[in-house]
């Protein structure tokens, strides 16, 4: 408030009047420069918490898609695993009626020419020659009681003559193949041993060819599909323990009372007794 007030000597002195306490004139200037400088934000900052945004962003979008694929996937799995089984049923149904048709004729039904084999080893290394050495080296049979799937042709038939007695094997039957890969069965990837706990090992190692589950390898190696070899690499030998009620004659054929050479359809029941 403007007024006049006397100083010592009676004089008017014309002024200002200030009420005590409040701020001099120009002194709320320098405070707003201190809070505006205050809420500056340092460009580091600005650029980490905006990195950080489209991180979370980004694995946000990522875990949708995983989600998203899995669902897909799941679906697709469920849908070939009940294909498998549907083909697998009528392959069965067909034999009995291709077996009871030829028992009305009189005659007898002879099974087509076995495409797959499974060959395990069952003796040591004593007293063996190198090339067969080699040759159960090129089968990835290099410990006893290794078993590995093998496809029927003539290159094969030379390697298994030529190592026969140190080897049994024959021709494995569905229950065979779905009870090795599911017990015994490990995986290669990046020529590590991985166990087949789940189905993401499988499509890591085999999805280029169309094989992202357990059914589809199961399914690709008893029917020695256009992708058997890659399938069968995947697969590491499988590690068997020693039968149920040990070996017979391990020197001896099969067809002498043995163990070892072709045991055609009875592989199945040793199979059994070293899963």
Not at 99 to 105: C, Q
Not at 155 to 171: D, K, Q, S
Not at 194 to 220: A, R, S, T
Request: aromatic fraction near 8%.
């Amino acid at each position: 408030m403007d007024g006049v007030f006397y100083g010592e000597g009676g004089s008017a002195c014309g002024g200002v009047v200030r009420r005590k306490g409040a701020p001099a004139h120009g002194a709320a200037e320098p405070m707003a420069a201190e809070v505006a400088k205050a809420a500056v934000v340092p460009e580091s900052v600005l650029k980490k918490r905006k990195r950080e945004e489209q991180w979370a962003a980004d694995r946000k979008e990522k875990a949708l898609a995983e989600k998203k694929k899995a669902v897909e996937s799941r679906k697709l799995i469920f849908a070939r695993a009940k294909q498998y089984a549907q083909e697998y049923d009528a392959q069965e149904k067909e034999l009995v009626q291709l077996k009871r048709e030829a028992r009305m004729k009189g005659g007898f039904y002879v099974s087509p020419e076995a495409k797959l084999l499974f060959v395990v080893r069952i003796r040591g290394i004593n007293a063996m020659h190198p090339k067969t050495r080699k040759i159960l080296q090129l089968l990835r049979l290099r410990q006893i009681f290794n078993g590995v799937f093998l496809k029927v042709n003539k290159a094969t038939i030379n390697m298994l003559r030529r190592v026969e007695p140190y080897v049994a094997y024959g021709y494995p039957n569905l229950k065979s193949v779905r009870e090795l890969i599911y017990k015994r069965g490990y995986g290669k990837l990046n020529k590590q041993r991985i166990p087949l706990q789940n189905n993401k090992v499988i499509e890591e190692g085999l999805g280029k060819h169309d094989i992202i589950c357990i059914e589809d390898l199961v399914h690709e190696i008893m029917t020695v599909g256009p992708h058997f070899k890659e399938a069968n690499n995947f697969l590491w030998p499988f590690k068997l323990k020693a039968p149920l009620g040990g070996l017979k004659k391990k020197r001896n054929h099969y067809v002498e009372g043995g163990d070892a050479g072709n045991r055609e359809d009875y592989i199945n029941e040793l199979i059994r007794r070293m899963n």
